[in-house]
């Protein structure tokens, strides 16, 4: 479960994760994300994304209240900066 801290902002650069799944499903509030090839989406409550394997993306703003249920396979994987 990952939630947005009130009073911060998204700030990460553009990354990819080295893992074999990702799906993201939107429980609360809402999110816009770049995503390499594909461009900016927005995520609302009910949104539900499968994150390609090593896709580059960002999270460019979210709500206050955002909060996401994630899956993934590996739990543990590895984040890389992509400029």
Do not use: N
């Not at 009910?46 to 390609?52: A, E, L």
């Amino acid at each position: 479960m990952i939630r947005a801290r009130p009073g911060q902002h998204a700030d990460a650069p553009h990354h990819s994760h080295t893992l074999e799944f990702q799906f993201i499903y939107v429980l609360k509030g809402w999110a816009i994300f770049d995503y390499e090839g594909y461009g900016e989406h927005k995520l609302v409550a009910g949104s539900t994304v499968y994150q390609p394997p090593g896709v580059s993306h960002k999270e460019i703003d979210h709500s206050e209240d955002f909060k996401v249920l994630e899956i993934t396979m590996p739990a543990d994987f590895e984040t890389k900066e992509v400029k």
